[in-house]
């Protein structure tokens, strides 16, 4: 007995002396890199983009095909094709790029079918220049066509009854600012459409807190903040993108002076490669959609009756075209290529190219063709690009005029169409065909 209480005593010792003792060292790190984990999207993205980029949330009310991620075999073929067209990579020799990086997205839905039929980096947020001005004219027709209908604020009879084409006969009026916001790209109008909403402020903001669990917001909204409320609640975009400010060149007063959007105060660095030498860091972009977000503006008015007074409206105003572009844009003559219609604003600036709206194509069939929305088949086309602001003449716009055309004759004077089909037109083709 005494020998085993010995034995015992002595083996908590041993115990005792080995805790007390320097620590086990862990294990060594390994130096085998990690396995990269794929995104759970099957959406490819073009090769080398900066992961940098942060998520935005989506407005999960938004449960329609437009929002899915899963991409048919269709989709991701077409968008490899398109991808291998642009020509992306980051070789460098002798100074210059191989093929030059774009930070580009593109977004083509089928609203015929209901199915994505091209999806590139179609979350990612890009600058959207003028483009902004189509959905911006949603916003006004919508809310004047609420303040309409519940009669909180009657709005001239000329917005409804007058035909567009007259909409520019009084210096000074909403419809002359709103007409020349699509007609003129004219930015000082577009400010003065966003201040005129926003003489309406509080019946506004109920309208767009209604159909939401949210509490009105404690400080009133200003013209920036209510058209990104309009535009989560109401057309379903993502949070912490959208319109930071309005600020239209060489005026000293307009409406929107001075407002800022601080939630979607993010800037974003175009740091890709362009000729192997890297975008400078100074200048950002803060003024930011996705190209998803800006089809889902298109998706919203095209879901809307036909006989609606805001889809019509904003048909035919979309349908004008810009007055200074001679040549018309791309989706317009993709539009006139098929023998169809162009509802869409484009935009350009110091590093933008964008191109955004719907096409509608007659049907084939001369016996059932009408002037009804069932008798023509619907795409909403996305094209988005950015480049560095000082490079001129902009390498991005031909790229994406060769997407649409094949080949880019724009600096010839000549006209883009009777040239070779580019890949976007093969790709409604091949729709329609099926």
């Not at 975009?237 to 601080?262: C, F, I, Q, R, V």
């Not at 803060?286 to 889902?296: Q, V």
């Not at 049907?363 to 795409?379: G, V």
């Not at 997407?403 to 009777?418: A, F, P, Q």
């Amino acid at each position: 007995m005494m020998f085993f209480r010995k034995t015992l005593a002595m083996l908590i010792l041993m115990i005792v002396i080995v805790s007390c003792g320097d620590p086990i060292a862990p294990p060594a790190e390994s130096t085998t890199p990690l396995p990269v984990v794929s995104s759970p999207s099957p959406i490819p993205s073009i090769p080398n983009t900066p992961v940098s980029t942060p998520v935005f949330t989506v407005n999960s009310a938004s449960s329609i095909p437009i929002m899915s991620h899963e991409l048919s075999a269709k989709a991701i073929n077409n968008n490899n094709e398109i991808v291998a067209k642009i020509g992306v990579n980051d070789k460098c020799e002798n100074g210059l790029a191989e093929n030059l990086r774009y930070e580009i997205g593109i977004f083509i839905y089928d609203l015929t079918k209901n199915e994505i039929l091209v999806a590139i980096q179609p979350d990612k947020p890009l600058g959207f220049a003028s483009a902004i001005k189509g959905p911006i004219l949603i916003y006004y027709l919508d809310t004047m066509n609420y303040l309409d209908s519940s009669d909180i604020g009657k709005q001239p009879e000329d917005i409804w009854s007058l035909p567009v084409t007259e909409w520019d006969h009084e210096q000074g009026s909403i419809e002359t600012s709103v007409y020349k916001m699509i007609r003129l790209s004219d930015n000082l109008a577009t400010s003065r459409v966003l201040g005129y909403v926003n003489q309406f402020n509080p019946q506004v903001t109920e309208y767009i807190y209604s159909g939401t669990k949210q509490s009105l917001p404690e400080q009133q909204l200003n013209s920036i903040e209510l058209f990104n409320e309009w535009s989560t609640n109401i057309i379903g975009t993502s949070t912490n993108a959208g319109l930071y400010k309005w600020e239209p060149w060489g005026y000293e007063d307009y409406p929107t002076k001075g407002e800022l959007d601080e939630s979607t105060n993010y800037c974003y660095y175009n740091d890709y490669y362009l000729n192997c030498i890297i975008f400078p860091k100074e200048y950002c972009i803060k003024n930011l959609l996705s190209p998803r977000d800006m089809a889902k503006y298109y998706f919203w008015m095209y879901s809307k009756d036909p006989g609606d007074p805001v889809r019509i409206k904003a048909y035919d105003l979309l349908s004008l075209g810009y007055e200074y572009n001679e040549y018309g844009s791309n989706l317009h003559f993709l539009a006139k290529e098929f023998g169809g219609r162009y509802i869409s604003k484009e935009g350009g600036d110091s590093g933008i190219e964008v191109e955004a709206g719907i096409i509608e194509i007659p049907d084939d069939n001369p016996a059932e063709s009408t002037e009804s929305s069932e008798s023509k088949h619907a795409f909403i086309i996305i094209t988005m690009a950015t480049y560095p602001h000082d490079l001129d003449p902009s390498p991005t716009a031909h790229k994406l005029r060769e997407l649409y055309w094949g080949i880019d004759n724009y600096d010839t004077g000549e006209s883009w169409v009777g040239g070779d089909n580019g890949i976007i037109e093969q790709i409604l083709t091949q729709a329609l065909q099926e």
